[in-house]
């Protein structure tokens, strides 16, 4: 994980520590969604597993960071991510 510490003067009142995350590349489906997305998450899947990488692991390991550090997360997710993700299932995934 990468992280990059920045402090922003907003005017809130109280400091609020949030955790950004982006570039997940996380890909899940299940038998909510038909099987021609299905098939997608498990192709993109294997497309980022290249090299060691595992996006549900690196997840798993910024939302366990967030945990002892952070008091919100933000997630964006890219546009390839949006057709096979859903809050929930990454809330589910990750045991929010």
Not at 38 to 62: I, M, Y
Not at 71 to 76: D, F, G
């Amino acid at each position: 994980m990468k992280l990059a510490k920045l402090r922003i003067e907003i005017g809130l009142p109280e400091p609020v520590r949030l955790l950004h995350l982006s570039d997940t590349h996380l890909a899940l489906a299940d038998g909510r969604d038909n099987e021609r997305k299905r098939q997608l998450a498990s192709r993109r899947t294997a497309d980022f597993a290249v090299g060691g990488c595992n996006p549900r692991k690196h997840l798993e390991e910024a939302l366990a960071y967030a945990k002892e550090h952070a008091e919100l997360i933000v997630h964006a997710l890219g546009a390839k991510e949006i057709t096979s993700v859903s809050p929930v299932k990454i809330g589910q995934c990750c045991q929010l």
